[in-house]
């Protein structure tokens, strides 16, 4: 069963810096690219950034350039985002998602597998 649990959500001040984690299991995870999306109240899942299956190669919305950065470790099934300078439309839940092409993807419709989500608020 493949499980991905993210961690790392809060409350934050704008301009602070949080360290988004998500753990995978029951799944080869070198075989798959890893995402995050986020969703705001009242609006669409929304890609925020990928990462091949190598770590490698990395793509963010042009949102978070230069604020955000995905990477993984193979070793430890683990993705992270590490968000900087974080501003108050940051604000939503954050989800892990797994696609088993192991490119990379801005489709959710592409990603196979999905964790539960953690809330990320920024306040002004």
């Known amino acids: 069963q493949v499980q991905l649990v993210e961690s790392g959500g809060g409350l934050v001040q704008a301009g602070g810096s949080l360290r988004l984690s998500c753990a995978a299991s029951?799944?080869?995870?070198?075989?798959?690219?890893m995402g995050w999306f986020r969703q705001a109240p009242g609006k669409e899942r929304e890609f925020v950034a990928v990462v091949n299956w190598s770590g490698k190669n990395t793509y963010s919305a042009d949102s978070v350039k230069g604020r955000f950065t995905i990477s993984r470790d193979n070793a430890k099934y683990m993705v992270y985002l590490q968000m900087n300078s974080l501003k108050p439309e940051d604000t939503a839940v954050y989800y892990c998602a797994a696609d088993r092409t192991a490119d990379w993807s801005i489709n959710r419709l592409q990603y196979d597998y999905w964790g539960q989500g953690t809330q990320v608020t920024v306040s002004s």
């Open positions: 029951g799944l080869t995870f070198g075989n798959y690219a």
